[in-house]
């Protein structure tokens, strides 16, 4: 089995697999900096 692709969250600073963070083309390794679960409390947090 070869090795997951992690990436380490800039939010919660947990490693998480790269399935956790979001697609997004304006990043260099196309991810989110962020994952999934901490860019919908980032995303409410900004919401007015
Ligand atoms: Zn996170």
Redesign the pocket.
């Known amino acids: 089995m070869p090795a997951a692709l992690t990436k380490v969250?800039?939010?919660?600073?947990?490693t998480?697999p790269l399935s956790d963070f979001y697609h997004n083309s304006t990043k260099s390794d196309y991810h989110n900096g962020?994952?999934a679960?901490?860019?919908l409390e980032v995303n409410k947090q900004n919401k007015k």
């Open positions: 969250c800039g939010h919660c600073g947990k998480k962020i994952c679960k901490c860019q």
